[in-house]
């Protein structure tokens, strides 16, 4: 079946890099996507990495994919305190559009 | 361009009655998926329509329903309410083409379901 992990909390001061990290059991997913949730707001999306590729880099966010650990992460550079929020990791299933999502990494962000 | 737009956003209602939310997708995206989210389980998929028809369905009860409209938008009702449907529901718009073309998922703000 289809599963998604990822650890609960994550913390770090400001300035630090931070780096969220997610397991999946799809072998056969095409995209993973990584979310942002702010408190009483809906998803954003983030950057999104195709399964053909190792790294993707763009501005502050690095996603890197082991598809043969079936691992994937997101690295944010200098995390700023308006980075604090959920963030979801997503694979698109084997059914349609549907996204099979992680249940969330907390990240906390100290000045 | 105008984002995904669900009404309303908070909602409080009485078990046994029933809910309609409302989901307006980006202008030319085609599909809307639905979403539940609750503290213990987490982002689940309810469904999702693309021109007018029910392309996919999540692992939930025949309670949970929804429909496309000629212009995308869409609506999910909930019959019979019960106390553990208090959740918040997103809708996501994309352009729907699925198989293996990416198809980015933009979500709305989602709308507060509270059941007393």
């Known amino acids: 079946g289809e599963d998604v992990e990822q650890s609960l909390f994550l913390s770090v001061r400001e300035g630090d890099s931070s780096v969220i990290n997610c397991t999946y059991t799809?072998?056969?997913?095409?995209?993973l996507y990584w979310y942002k949730q702010e408190p009483g707001a809906g998803l954003q999306l983030l950057t999104y990495i195709f399964s053909n590729m190792d790294m993707k880099q763009d501005q502050r966010l690095t996603v890197l994919l082991n598809k043969k650990d079936k691992h994937l992460s997101l690295r944010i550079a200098d995390t700023q305190t308006g980075d604090s929020a959920i963030y979801f990791c997503a694979e698109k299933g084997q059914a349609g559009t549907a996204l099979i999502f992680g249940k969330g990494t907390t990240l906390s962000v100290s000045s | 361009k105008a984002g995904v737009t669900q009404t309303p956003r908070y909602l409080i209602k009485t078990r046994g009655q029933q809910v309609t939310l409302s989901c307006s997708p980006i202008?030319?995206?085609?599909?809307v998926s639905w979403y539940q989210q609750t503290p213990g389980q987490g982002l689940q998929f309810l469904f999702e329509y693309f021109s007018e028809t029910q392309r996919n369905k999540g692992n939930f009860p025949g309670r949970f329903s929804g429909r496309q409209f000629s212009n995308s938008r869409s609506e999910m009702n909930v019959s019979t309410l019960e106390l553990g449907d208090s959740a918040l529901y997103l809708c996501a718009s994309s352009l729907g083409t699925g198989g293996n073309v990416n198809t980015e998922a933009f979500f709305g703000q989602g709308t507060r379901l509270t059941v007393v």
């Open positions: 799809d072998s056969s997913s095409t995209y």
């Open positions: 202008s030319g995206h085609r599909s």
